[in-house]
Nanobody, 114 residues
Framework: QVQLVESGGGLVQPGGSLRLSCASS????????MAWYRQAPENQRELVAT???????NYADSVKDRFTISRDNAKNTVYLQMNNLKPEDTAVYYC????????WGQGTQVTVSS
């Protein structure tokens, strides 16, 4: 069973930046397209960004031009660089295969507040 461990969250002021990491216990190259999701309190989990094995990326409109997803297949790690953070970005962030077919990790809390 693949284990995904997210890290890098925290409390940041509006306009600030964070870099999230997601370490996989298995080769992410073999996992194919990877994705970041987020879930805010009382909201459903939503797709934030995806990255294919050829590093083609796609983003939700709400984070486009502010977030950047990347992957390091050698380290089996997926990243999410988040810039110009807004209070509405506050959520628990998770990574998974695109489609969410793997067991979910614990996620990492991102709180954007002054």
């Amino acid at each position: 069973q693949v284990q995904l461990v997210e890290s890098g969250g925290g409390l940041v002021q509006p306009g600030g930046s964070l870099r999230l990491s997601c370490a996989s216990s298995r080769s992410i190259f073999n996992l194919g397209t990877m994705a970041w999701y987020r879930q805010a309190p009382e909201n459903q989990r939503e797709l934030v960004a995806t990255i294919t094995t050829s590093r083609r990326t796609n983003y939700a409109d709400s984070v486009k031009d502010r977030f950047t997803i990347s992957r390091d297949n050698a380290k089996n790690t997926v990243y999410l660089q988040m810039n110009n953070l807004k209070p509405e970005d506050t959520a628990v962030y998770y990574c998974n295969q695109n489609g969410g077919s793997l067991a979910w990790g614990q996620g990492t809390q991102v709180t954007v507040s002054s």
